[in-house]
């Protein structure tokens, strides 16, 4: 049924950055989401109706709200708009976009631009490290993730300040409301105002879910996904 590629608009990675840079939080999409939209576990999150709710959230006011939504989605270019003899090269490409991309073409808005979800592809990383590589950015960065040590390095790496937040490495989602506390009482602890951090977040299903809330408060969020520990590969 999409053999022949999906006319939809999706950003490269240097104008998904740039929309990053000038204010869009970022929310992304892989064949892991779909699988949620679509009723599936991921191996590291459980589906449950109540994710799957919030997930319908995110996309019906993204397609509302278009380009003044406080977030960015983003769908895996290469894989959306690909001919079916590129997924064919590998078992599984098929495997994991095959429907992910038929859902989407069946039930997503095709005339919204979208964002790259493959932004922190590890061919990428001197196109997105332009967001925490501007000398006059001087916000704090909450890092949500499971390990400290790519906080550390995080911090090590691009001189931010940077504050850590533990998350589950397995079904965050159900700990959506301890991970949003944690968040809530450091900004308290510390007195910091929405525009005084940019929160950096890789906790799976759960970091679109926690993006979703906190941009619609006025923060900035980025779903990093697992570009510290896992970085995306070319096909």
Same mark, same amino acid.
């Given at each position: 049924?999409? +053999?022949?590629?999906? =006319?939809?608009?999706?950003?490269?990675?240097?104008?998904?950055?740039?929309?990053?840079?000038?204010?869009?939080?970022?929310? !992304?999409?892989?064949?892991?989401e779909f699988g949620i939209y679509r009723g599936k576990d991921i191996h590291y999150q459980q589906y449950s109706d109540e994710l799957k709710d919030v997930f319908e959230e995110i996309k019906k006011q993204f397609e509302q709200e278009g380009d003044k939504c406080p977030y960015l989605l983003a769908?895996?270019?290469? #894989?959306?708009?690909?001919?079916?003899?590129?997924?064919?090269? =590998?078992?599984?490409?098929?495997?994991?976009?095959?429907?992910? !991309?038929?859902? +989407? =073409?069946?039930?997503?808005?095709?005339?919204?631009? #979208?964002?790259?979800?493959?932004?922190?592809? !590890?061919?990428?990383?001197?196109? #997105? &490290?332009?967001?925490?590589?501007?000398?006059?950015?001087? !916000?704090?960065?909450?890092?949500?993730?499971?390990?400290?040590?790519?906080?550390?390095?995080?911090?090590?790496? #691009?001189?931010?300040?940077? +504050?850590?937040? &533990?998350?589950?490495?397995?079904?965050?989602?159900?700990?959506?409301? &301890?991970?949003?506390?944690?968040?809530?009482?450091?900004?308290?602890?510390?007195?910091?105002?929405? &525009?005084?951090?940019?929160?950096?977040?890789?906790?799976?299903?759960?970091?679109?879910?926690?993006?979703? =809330?906190?941009?619609?408060?006025?923060?900035?969020?980025?779903?990093?996904?697992?570009?510290?520990?896992?970085?995306?590969?070319?096909?």
């Open positions: 049924m999409t +053999f022949l590629g999906i =006319k939809c608009k999706v950003l490269n990675a240097e104008d998904t950055t740039k929309k990053i840079i000038t204010g869009k939080s970022l929310i !992304r999409l892989g064949d892991g769908v895996p270019k290469k #894989y959306m708009q690909c001919t079916g003899v590129v997924l064919c090269k =590998k078992r599984v490409l098929v495997s994991s976009w095959a429907e992910s !991309r038929y859902y +989407f =073409k069946k039930n997503f808005d095709l005339n919204k631009l #979208y964002g790259d979800a493959f932004l922190f592809e !590890r061919k990428n990383v001197n196109i #997105y &490290e332009k967001i925490w590589n501007n000398p006059k950015d001087n !916000r704090k960065i909450i890092f949500v993730h499971n390990n400290a040590m790519y906080a550390q390095q995080f911090q090590t790496k #691009y001189k931010k300040e940077v +504050f850590f937040i &533990e998350c589950p490495p397995k079904n965050a989602f159900e700990k959506i409301k &301890e991970i949003e506390n944690a968040i809530n009482n450091l900004m308290i602890l510390h007195n910091f105002k929405k &525009e005084d951090v940019q929160v950096v977040i890789s906790a799976g299903p759960a970091g679109k879910v926690l993006v979703y =809330k906190f941009s619609k408060k006025g923060y900035h969020l980025i779903d990093a996904g697992h570009c510290w520990d896992e970085p995306l590969e070319s096909e």
